[in-house]
């Protein structure tokens, strides 16, 4: 896994425009000396969707996050980012003998995103990623069927009562993000998710996590549509010629 990450990091380090230069700009400080900066300390407000899921359930998906970030950024590198949506699920597993209902559930996400080409003067960023997952849901097992071989009988309608959990959470993430016009952007990302903990209080293990998604399954994928609201006129240095 990780050798496929560093190969994905310098196949797109190379397709970036070549001959770039880094913003290079200049502020004197209190004491009168000279700090240099390679972008203004404030870079701005982003707000942003997930678009991955409205996307699969037009396409006949049952179950999905629907959810928003938003995030502040530092001299062009550092993004600490709260992410924050509405999961459910009403879906049979392939292969399962049940229908799995998630009620609408709320999930939170805290992390911070670490621009790798923070020093280029390019319409974008790629990023590296860690995020500190938590949820809460309320889930149930309906129309399950039980066959029994010996007696030759299938019985069906079967259903186990709501269930809770309580879920916690890691992700590495991998990352781009490109301008489109003015402050609109678009991105994508990839994540590695690890599970720290996830209490049940009920018979049914838990298959869709909000938040998480899967439980069996680690890897993740967003697709993104962001705005990014800089400021005007503040921190906007002077760049060194």
Do not use: C
């Not at 970036?16 to 390679?38: C, F, W």
């Not at 003015?182 to 209490?199: I, Q």
């Amino acid at each position: 896994m990780l050798q496929k990450i560093k190969i994905i990091l310098l196949l797109l380090v190379l397709l970036l425009p070549v001959g770039v230069q880094a913003k290079k700009s200049v502020i004197v400080n209190a004491q009168g000396d000279t700090v240099r900066h390679l972008h203004p300390k404030f870079n701005g407000i982003t707000i942003g969707a997930d678009l991955a899921s409205p996307v699969m359930n037009i396409i006949g998906q049952k179950y999905g996050n629907y959810e928003m970030s938003i995030d502040a950024g530092f001299y062009n590198r550092f993004y600490p980012i709260y992410e924050f949506g509405i999961s459910y699920a009403d879906e049979t597993p392939d292969g399962g003998n049940y229908r799995y209902k998630v009620s609408p559930s709320f999930y939170n996400r805290v992390g911070l995103n670490y621009n790798i080409l923070y020093n280029k003067d390019i319409p974008g960023m790629l990023y590296v990623g860690l995020r500190y997952g938590f949820s809460f849901a309320n889930y149930e097992l309906t129309d399950i069927t039980v066959s029994s071989p010996y007696w030759e009988e299938i019985q069906t309608g079967l259903s186990i009562p709501k269930s809770t959990s309580v879920a916690h959470w890691g992700e590495l993430l991998l990352g781009l993000q490109v301008k489109l016009y003015k402050g609109l952007m678009m991105g994508w990302n990839v994540r590695y998710k690890l599970l720290f903990a996830d209490s049940q209080k009920g018979n049914a293990k838990q298959w869709i996590i909000p938040g998480f998604g899967k439980s069996n399954s680690p890897l993740g994928f967003s697709f993104t549509i962001n705005y990014r609201f800089s400021p005007k006129g503040k921190d906007k240095l002077p760049q060194i010629q």
